[in-house]
């Protein structure tokens, strides 16, 4: 069965301060990956995407993510965090089937950022 | 920008009790999820619905659960008789898939319900 890690649950940074949160999944293929991020009391907003092609992908907000096929690692990155940056972050995998599949979530990393 | 909408934002019940949490996905969206997030825990999926039938779903999603598309754009998820473990975030979500195109899910705002 696939499985995600987020080793950390906890990370605090000081704004201006660049970030990385890590994401390790289990699969024999490579998955669709996804992070989110859940602001409090808020949904889920997709922050990025990796399908296939190009390894490093932007998202929304000044994110990005890494892909590394030999680590399994699909980390999360930002040069500078801002103060609005403070929430959770999901990395979640999708089985790429030739239909629609459930996604399966890390159990996420909360994100605090100092002022 | 479209986007996934749910109702109630909140919903207090007493155990027992049905519930219908309600849910409009992106207009043009085929597939349709419910997840749950218990406080403090990870998004856990629960179903999947395609073509007006389950496509998958967990072991979570017992006989107290059920999932409908009563008309051309609400999805429902009721629970029959809920129980204290329900207490959770229910998030509806929904994708459009089709030969060559990848698939994203699209979140909704949630609906926190709370068993007493």
């Known amino acids: 069965a696939q499985s995600v890690t987020q080793p950390d649950i906890h990370i605090t940074v000081s704004e201006g301060a660049s970030l990385e949160l890590r994401c390790n999944y289990s699969y024999g293929a490579t998955p669709y990956l996804f992070w989110y991020v859940q602001s409090p009391g808020q949904g889920l907003q997709l922050l990025l995407k990796y399908f296939s092609g190009d390894t490093l992908v932007q998202g929304i907000k000044g994110f990005e993510a890494e892909f590394k096929r030999s680590q399994s690692s699909f980390n999360l990155r930002k040069p500078s965090v801002h103060w609005s940056d403070a929430a959770e972050y999901f990395c979640a995998v999708v089985r790429p089937t030739g239909t629609a599949s459930k996604l399966t979530f890390g159990t996420g990393t909360r994100l605090q950022v100092t002022l | 920008e479209p986007e996934v909408t749910q109702t109630p934002s909140h919903q207090v019940t007493q155990m027992g009790q049905e519930v219908i949490l309600r849910c409009v996905p992106i207009?043009?969206?085929?597939?349709f999820y419910w997840y749950r997030q218990i406080l403090g825990q990870k998004v856990e999926f629960l179903v999947s619905?395609?073509?007006?039938?389950?496509?998958?779903k967990s072991e979570i999603f017992d006989d107290q659960f059920s999932v409908e598309r009563p008309d051309g754009s609400n999805f429902t998820l009721k629970i029959r008789s809920t129980k204290l473990e329900d207490s959770a975030m229910y998030f509806c979500?929904?994708?459009?898939?089709?030969?060559?195109?990848?698939?994203?899910?699209?979140f909704g705002p949630g609906t926190r319900l709370l068993v007493l």
């Open positions: 979500a929904s994708s459009v898939w089709t030969a060559g195109v990848k698939e994203t899910q699209y």
């Open positions: 619905f395609y073509n007006n039938e389950i496509s998958e």
């Open positions: 207009s043009n969206h085929l597939y």
